[in-house]
């Protein structure tokens, strides 16, 4: 064969390849290419956990009291609850619990209904309500704060909560104690099942410590049964935090 002709055949075979790409392009459309791309990674971690528990005496109470009355009008109804959760403000101040420390929670008046009338609701008066959210530094005094606004007009007692005011450095203290038992167990997990703890790559926590208040009934009854002084004991706030370490394995 000649020669030149065997040079021109590959740029003949090239030629009539894009020739006859175009013409497909044209009658079917652009030739669809799929590329796949996998990515892979490995990583090994350990996940442990540990408890840290700290007790400590509360040193505030937070005490809820409140005043419900009832009207002909809506102003009767508003100027009797005044009266009287001025009276019951005014008597825990004396008490020697700052203006700062009494937070008004509530403030509600509204109409009461007659659903038992042939013809539509009617209105026979008017309810009016608030509540008092009073912090007590001084928590030997959170009895007498019950007492006190009882005999001054108070006629709902939403509860008694004793706490901590400032909890974080208990909060610390069983942080320290959860990390170090988090870390113990992983040592002692590595050293048992012959793998070799790298760094700490995650950290995570969950808070357990906000003390149950104690419901109404449990603080007046002895007040409103008997007339004898309300007695409630703090007893002990316990702050738990649960922490999760993740450590590489190397």
Not at 32 to 37: D, I
Not at 103 to 119: F, G, L, R, V
Not at 191 to 210: H, M, P, Q, T, V
Request: aromatic content about 6%; charged content about 20%; hydrophobic content about 40%.
């Amino acid at each position: 064969m000649n020669p030149k002709i065997l040079l021109l055949l590959p740029i003949i075979g090239i030629t009539t390849f894009f020739t006859l790409l175009f013409t497909y392009t044209k009658l079917f459309g652009p030739i669809p290419f799929y590329v796949t791309s996998v990515n892979t990674t490995k990583s090994t971690t350990f996940d442990v956990t540990g408890e840290g528990k700290v007790s400590a005496s509360p040193d505030i109470a937070l005490v809820n009291v409140g005043v419900v009355a009832r009207g002909d009008s809506a102003k009767s109804a508003q100027d009797e609850l005044n009266k009287n959760i001025n009276k019951v403000s005014e008597a825990i101040k004396k008490l020697g619990v700052e203006a700062k420390d009494i937070q008004t929670a509530n403030y509600s008046i509204s109409p009461a209904y007659d659903y038992n009338s042939t013809s539509a609701p009617k209105i026979t008066g008017y309810n009016a309500n608030t509540n008092l959210a009073i912090k007590v530094r001084k928590i030997d005094n959170a009895n007498s704060v019950l007492d006190v606004s009882i005999a001054n007009g108070a006629n709902s007692i939403g509860g008694i909560n004793f706490t901590i005011d400032d909890k974080s450095k208990l909060e610390n203290q069983a942080r320290e104690k959860a990390v170090a038992e988090a870390k113990k167990k992983a040592e002692d997990a590595a050293k048992i099942a012959g793998f070799k703890l790298g760094r700490i790559i995650n950290y995570s926590e969950n808070n357990f410590g906000d003390p149950r208040p104690i419901p109404m009934m449990a603080v007046s009854e002895a007040k409103i049964g008997g007339g004898n002084p309300t007695q409630v004991e703090p007893g002990s706030s316990e702050i738990t935090i649960t922490v999760t370490l993740s450590f590489d394995i190397i």
